[in-house]
């Protein structure tokens, strides 16, 4: 699992500044079973959600009108 500190500062290493309040929001929306931290499971449905939300804007973006 990853807790709100591990996910603040693997944030932050990679150069994404978010307040704490970002990072609770963030664990909240991606915390499915209510337990304060995120798991494997509910971070892969998070990456790849995120993973596929970003493929379908550059393909968006890609296209000419």
């Known amino acids: 699992y990853i807790t709100k500190g591990e996910l603040r500062n693997a ?5 994404v500044k978010m ?3 970002q990072v609770n929001q ?3 929306s991606a ?5 304060g931290k995120i ?7 998070l990456y790849c959600s995120a ?6 804007s550059m393909s968006t973006m890609s296209k000419k009108p």
């Open 51 to 56: 993973q596929f939300g970003r493929q379908l």
């Open 19 to 21: 307040s704490p309040a």
């Open 31 to 35: 915390d499915t079973d209510g337990d």
């Open 39 to 45: 798991s494997i499971g509910e971070f892969l449905t």
């Open 26 to 28: 963030l664990i909240k």
């Open 11 to 15: 944030l932050k290493g990679q150069g």
